[in-house]
């Protein structure tokens, strides 16, 4: 499994969380990684309003793929967005997404230094995290 | 043996005199508390009923952090803190003691020997309260008042990541209440703190250190005389 | 979606996605919580219900992604009816490992009971008896605002408090939750 980056957006489309695991992907600034979280918020914001299909239950904007890599947006029904970047063709994003989500839960949710809504600093899920998504060799 | 752990009920391990329990309360005089007439009160209830009952993990991690975060509200400093958590700790082990003791039943002992109550701390109370024992138990080659218990991942730092500002910090301070009531319980009064001190496999290793009072140490002197 | 099948999904999680505790340690800790709170605030009652309210709210925001994560729910309830499923049968299953029964329902759908046969919080506990208490203190009050809290980042507005509790000498322990409205008046689409 290639996983590039792992983001993670709050309610308000602020960027709580980023970071690369694997190379593939640009280096670009703090500065245009908020933009991009801005950015896609609100194109998840509309591609959730106007369908091209009848549903009027759309999740949103779910996965964006390039022939470099594979985009997978997940969003709670809570709002929280989990966005994770990997190679092209990459299988089984759902299940990785949702073990993130479990990590999340676990070592940023239940760890009482941890403030709702604000960046993620939290050794635990970093280090739950990488073990999940890179496995040393 | 005072049989009940009611979290108001101060219990006081010093006198070992049996507290009578009042069975039916409400028709005693010497109580207003009311009971339900179709319910069982926590009195005809059996003590064994909940030993072996568990509850998720993450219903205890949310709230221990809420009492993390509530004590950290009214507290100067990291070793306030830790003491705040420590005096939790200190009311839980208390009435743990209590049930473990009783549910021992006859075979329950009086620990005499330093030895005899840090091996019953780190085995039968540990696997009680814990489902596990504690990792290590060793004395401190330097100073003859000092033991070490260690857990490799204490349950109740499992989902806890302390900020760097507060790096001394160790919410295992809980537990070192825990074993700080156990003692005191069997006459054995020490200081017990929670320190950090990982290694490669367990990042989030903790010691207990406990130091025990000069008495106690005179006590056991007197023993090895004998 | 059929409570019977909320009912299993519980059962699922809590047999195969859930780690376990003592249980003693949780009572005991929570016992100690409230203790120390009838302490801090001399005694005042009615400040104590709002504290262990206030704390339970904080853990609720939280304590729902746990909840999403693990019982894997992606879809919104159908209505309040299948909400109150949910929360007694995955919600209390999966962290309390009891099912409260629900009760009452008012002919709007929108309140309902929560009668807790079992109340683990409360095992070992005698309320002081100083005369106030029984009549004061509402001794689980936190498992109100979990579930207040809980709901409110599922966009749903919530009371919740106690009607009746077995420790203040009542034949029951019942929780009334009434639904004030639905945040962002996103309504869920109604099955019936």
């Given at each position: 499994m290639v996983v590039y980056a792992v983001l993670i957006l709050n309610k308000a489309g602020g960027l709580i969380y980023q970071r690369d695991f694997n190379p593939g992907l640009q280096k670009i600034s703090a500065n245009d990684y908020?933009?991009?979280?801005?950015?896609?918020?609100?194109?998840?914001?509309?591609?959730?309003?106007?369908?091209?299909?009848?549903?009027?239950?759309?999740?949103?904007?779910e996965v964006l793929e390039s022939e470099h890599f594979v985009m997978r947006c997940f969003q709670t029904l809570t709002g929280i967005k989990f966005l994770i970047f990997a190679e092209p063709r990459q299988p089984n994003l759902d299940v990785v997404v949702r073990r993130v989500y479990e990590l999340y839960a676990d070592y940023v949710m239940k760890n009482p230094f941890y403030q709702i809504e604000m960046p993620i600093r939290s050794e635990g899920f970093d280090r739950h995290l990488a073990a999940y998504?890179?496995?040393q060799a | 043996m005072n049989r009940d752990?009611?979290?108001?009920?101060?219990?006081?391990?010093?006198?070992?005199?049996?507290s009578p329990t009042p069975k039916y309360a409400n028709l005693t005089a010497s109580t207003n508390i009311r009971?339900?007439?179709?319910?069982?009160s926590i009195?005809?209830?059996h003590l064994n009923r909940t030993k072996t009952s568990e509850l998720s993990k993450s219903a205890f991690a949310f709230l221990f952090g809420e009492m993390v975060q509530y004590a950290q509200k009214k507290v100067y400093g990291v070793q306030d803190l830790e003491k705040k958590l420590n005096l939790h700790?200190?009311?839980?082990?208390?009435?743990?003691?209590?049930?473990?003791l009783w549910r021992d039943g006859r075979t329950a002992k009086r620990e005499t020997r330093i030895l005899g109550i840090l091996q019953f701390i780190s085995h039968q109370m540990y696997r009680a309260i814990f489902q596990k024992q504690a990792d290590t138990l060793e004395k401190v080659r330097e100073n003859e008042d000092e033991y070490m218990i260690s857990d490799n991942d204490p349950i109740v730092n499992t989902y806890i990541s302390v900020p760097k500002e507060m790096s001394q910090l160790n919410c295992g301070a809980f537990i070192a209440g825990i074993i700080e009531a156990v003692l005191d319980g069997h006459c054995f009064p020490a200081k017990v703190t929670a320190h950090t001190a990982p290694n490669d496999m367990w990042p989030g290793r903790t010691v207990f250190l406990i130091k025990f009072e000069p008495e106690v140490l005179e006590r056991e002197a007197l023993r090895v005389g004998s | 979606m059929a409570s019977t099948t909320r009912a299993r999904l519980g059962e699922e999680v809590w047999k195969s996605r859930t780690d376990k505790i003592n249980a003693e340690l949780v009572t005991l800790t929570y016992g100690s919580v409230v203790a120390q709170l009838c302490k801090d605030l001399d005694g005042d009652y009615a400040e104590v219900n709002k504290q262990l309210d206030k704390m339970g709210y904080n853990i609720g925001l939280r304590l729902i992604e746990d909840f999403l994560a693990k019982s894997n729910m992606q879809q919104k309830c159908a209505n309040f009816r299948d909400t109150a499923d949910v929360i007694s049968k995955v919600g209390f299953k999966m962290f309390l490992n009891i099912i409260p029964t629900i009760a009452n329902w008012s002919s709007d759908n929108k309140q309902f009971s929560l009668l807790l046969d079992e109340n683990p919080l409360a095992d070992f506990v005698e309320l002081p008896d100083d005369g106030k208490a029984q009549g004061e203190l509402w001794y689980s009050n936190m498992l109100c605002g979990v579930i207040r809290g809980a709901l409110e980042m599922v966009q749903m507005q919530v009371d919740v408090h106690f009607v009746s509790d077995i420790l203040r000498g009542h034949d029951t322990t019942e929780m009334r939750i009434t639904l004030i409205r639905y945040i962002d008046d996103e309504m869920p689409q109604d099955d019936e």
């Open positions: 908020l933009i991009i979280a801005g950015t896609f918020h609100g194109v998840h914001a509309i591609t959730s309003q106007i369908s091209p299909t009848n549903d009027t239950g759309s999740s949103g904007l998504i890179k496995p | 752990p009611s979290p108001f009920r101060p219990t006081s391990t010093a006198s070992t005199a049996t009971y339900s007439l179709t319910r069982k009195y005809d209830r700790g200190y009311a839980v082990g208390q009435r743990f003691l209590e049930l473990l | -």
